[in-house]
């Protein structure tokens, strides 16, 4: 018996950058001898406009027996945009209960940053968002839709437990991380008297339980400031649903891209099922092209890798990754690698 991992190929590239994904998976299980089984589920536009299934019940029930989810991209250009994020990306991470969004912001040797004067010493640090909450449960509603009295609500919905689990994962991670064991958190103290008022008060009272741990506090604004001026004040940075929706995006940038930029939800429970990713969308005017960066979904397999505590083939797959990085690839947007993405991926096999 191995790992036993779903995988959802989806939309556009998705399919292209998985297929990837999956050829240095099964190279470095040969190679650190475990064993590894892949179950591909056509979750996405296509279906969902064939037969009007977006993500059945039987299907969410399903992935709760695996070891965990490998996902390539959702989003289709014929489908309205939202309903398949929501209906399979958020449903699932709502589900699953995948409370944390892990989001290395790492720069690797040979990748061009667009910060100037900033190299991978500079560029290092986790991004730890909060995933099940916040602005992104649906709370709220509309009054008289559509006429000129409408009335739009959309609430932020903060829990303590679910504050508190965040908070405790981005301490532990911190400590377990064991760099500068400082722990940024982010939020709106400043504007958001009740959210952020209690993010601050779960942070103080958590903090006490990790006194090795640096505390810091920044605005969010500020920290999109900072992180551009200073990435290396970095260690952890926390923070919840939307803001960290809106700072993973930057911290993708100065990383390289999308074309390398991947996160995990992570369900850290006993028994729970984490689901990783690239960060980049389905991108439909590259579909089919064999031009997408695979990197990112390379990158998210080895997360994957190293999430299951398959620690040596994470290594190994990184280490792979940053040979190609630093001698083959000429850029990381798609079609400026140098090489099509399928090359890209026997690069990375070939270095393992
Ligand atoms: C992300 C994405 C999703 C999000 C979208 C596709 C719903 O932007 O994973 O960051 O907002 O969480
Ligand atoms: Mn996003």
């Not at 398949?84 to 699953?96: D, K, P, S, V």
């Not at 942070?203 to 506090?217: G, I, L, R, S």
């Amino acid at each position: 018996m191995g790992y036993q991992i779903a995988v959802i190929p989806g939309d556009g590239t998705g399919p292209e950058v998985v297929r990837e994904g999956l050829k240095v998976l099964k190279a470095v299980r040969e190679k650190e001898n475990f064993k590894m089984d892949f179950t591909p589920y056509d979750l996405g536009g296509d279906r969902y406009l064939k037969t009007g299934e977006i993500l059945p019940d039987s299907v969410l029930a399903e992935f709760r027996k695996f070891h965990a989810i490998y996902l390539g991209a959702i989003g289709h250009p014929d489908v309205k945009p939202g309903l398949l994020e929501q209906g399979i990306l958020l449903r699932t991470r709502f589900t699953l209960d995948q409370y944390i969004n892990l989001r290395p912001v790492k720069l690797y040797p040979g990748v061009d940053s667009p910060l100037k004067d900033k190299g991978p010493e500079h560029i290092y640090f986790v991004i730890v968002r909060e995933n099940t909450e916040g602005l992104y449960t649906g709370a709220g509603g509309v009054l008289k839709r559509g006429t000129p009295d409408e009335v739009a609500v959309q609430e932020s919905i903060n829990t303590r437990k679910g504050v508190e689990r965040c908070l405790r994962y981005a301490f532990q991670f911190c400590m377990k991380r064991n760099k500068a064991r400082k722990l940024t958190m982010a939020a709106k103290t400043n504007v958001l008297n009740y959210a952020s008022d209690l993010w601050m008060r779960v942070f103080q009272e958590t903090a006490k339980e990790y006194p090795q741990v640096k505390t810091d506090y920044s605005h969010i604004d500020a920290l999109c400031m900072w992180m551009v001026k200073n990435p290396e004040w970095y260690d952890v940075i926390v923070t919840d649903n939307l803001f960290g929706d809106i700072v993973t995006d930057l911290g993708a940038i100065i990383q390289g891209g999308l074309g390398i930029a991947a996160g995990g939800n992570i369900n850290p429970d006993p028994g729970g099922v984490s689901m990783f990713e690239p960060m980049g969308g389905s991108a439909p005017k590259y579909t089919g092209k064999n031009v997408i960066n695979p990197m990112a979904a390379i990158s998210a397999a080895m997360m994957m890798l190293e999430h299951l505590g398959e620690k040596k083939a994470a290594e190994r797959v990184e280490k792979a990754m940053m040979q190609v990085l630093a001698k083959h690839l000429k850029g990381m947007a798609a079609g400026e690698m140098g090489h099509t993405t399928s090359e890209v991926g026997d690069l990375v096999v070939k270095y393992l």
